[in-house]
């Protein structure tokens, strides 16, 4: 696709239930992030991705959230025994590279709701 | 934490000039000053960046201070849909400082 893309688009899902969030980054692009953002307020960096390595798991709120990056390519997040403050839009980017020169392109987000 | 400093809000009116500042003083010389935007419920998009000298695009203009310890996003003429919040960030080369977001600037537009 032309851009990144990020599934599902609105998930409602009941409190100790798990969820996959899925991140389809652009063609090409090795470094893959995602952020989590609640209502009203800023970017939450959560973990990011070069290559299917994560060198950096310091931003995840708990060992309920994971991520998986395969070939390179797609992502999943995965939240265990969801909370109520889980409930949140989660974004995800990705750029061709971690360098600074380099900018970064943002999916639409996937809005979470744990009710 | 974000290494910069931008006001929380700012308004001006629509098919003005807006000029919105950003301080970086920790900025190393090799980092590059990016700026990004979110409208209202939509994702980030980036708008512009540079590393020394001032940068034009279609989206805006990027003015870097001599230093490099500060910068501003120029909006030549705003219009109702540039209202969002604005980002100023310096990425590093990857981790969590690679893409850490700041506050930003929300900025609003009277018609």
């Known amino acids: 696709g032309a851009g990144v893309s990020q599934s599902p688009s609105n998930k409602v899902t009941e409190k100790g239930k798990d969820v996959e969030l899925r991140c389809d980054p652009i063609s090409g692009h090795t470094a893959l992030y995602w952020y989590r953002q609640s209502l009203g307020q800023g970017l939450e960096f959560l973990i990011y991705f070069q290559g299917n390595s994560a060198p950096d798991k310091s931003g995840l709120p708990s060992d309920r959230f994971s991520a998986e990056r395969t070939g390179g390519s797609v992502s999943t997040l995965t939240i265990q025994r969801t909370q109520q403050e889980d409930s949140a839009v989660y974004l995800c980017?990705?750029?061709?590279?971690?360098?600074?020169?380099?900018?970064?392109?943002f999916g639409q987000g996937t809005r979470l709701t744990v009710v | 934490d974000a290494k910069t400093t931008q006001p929380n809000s700012m308004e001006s009116n629509e098919e003005e000039p807006v000029h919105l500042p950003c301080n970086h003083s920790t900025i190393s010389g090799t980092d590059y000053i990016h700026w990004y935007r979110q409208l209202p419920s939509q994702g980030p998009e980036y708008v512009i960046h540079?590393?020394?000298s001032n940068v034009n695009n279609r989206m805006a203009s990027l003015a870097i201070a001599e230093d490099r310890k500060s910068s501003t996003l120029i909006l030549h003429r705003a219009t109702l849909r540039d209202a969002a919040v604005y980002y100023c960030?310096?990425?590093?080369?990857?981790?969590?400082?690679?893409?850490?977001f700041g506050k930003g600037t929300h900025l609003i537009i009277q018609p």
């Open positions: 540079g590393l020394t």
């Open positions: 960030i310096h990425p590093l080369g990857g981790g969590a400082d690679g893409l850490t």
């Open positions: 980017a990705s750029s061709l590279d971690t360098g600074t020169d380099t900018e970064a392109f």
